[in-house]
Nanobody, 126 residues
Framework: QLQLVESGGGLVQPGGSLRLSCAAS????????IGWFRQAPGKEREGVSC????????DFLDSVKGRFTISRDNAKNTVSLQMHSLKPEDTAVYYC???????????????????WGQGTQVTVSS
């Protein structure tokens, strides 16, 4: 069974930071590009960021550029999303997903990704 598990979500004040982690079970992330998506109730799931298979290329949603960073640690079989200067509009369930594509775009369709995690809640509120 191939699984992805997200962790690190929680409640944070505006302007605060959170680090989300995506861990793989049953396969290695080395051979996949990894995307982060988010979805708020009643809204479409949207791409936030992604990192290429090699880790050499990254992409971000325009609204998070300069605030979020993405990285991968192949030794630990994980991908992380570091979020700074969080805003209330960042509130959503965040998902990580894997695709066999060598490259990726933050604006890629969810259907392009083969494996998904269960999601972790991020709430930004004062």
């Amino acid at each position: 069974q191939l699984q992805l598990v997200e962790s690190g979500g929680g409640l944070v004040q505006p302007g605060g930071s959170l680090r989300l982690s995506c861990a793989a079970s049953g396969f290695t992330l080395d051979y996949y590009s990894i995307g982060w998506f988010r979805q708020a109730p009643g809204k479409e799931r949207e791409g936030v960021s992604c990192i290429s298979q090699s880790g050499g290329s990254t992409d971000f949603l325009d609204s998070v550029k300069g605030r979020f960073t993405i990285s991968r640690d192949n030794a630990k079989n994980t991908v992380s999303l570091q979020m700074h200067s969080l805003k209330p509009e960042d509130t959503a369930v965040y998902y990580c997903a894997a695709t066999t594509s060598y490259l990726c775009s933050a604006y890629g369709r969810p259907a392009e990704y083969h494996y998904w995690g269960q999601g972790t809640q991020v709430t930004v509120s004062s």
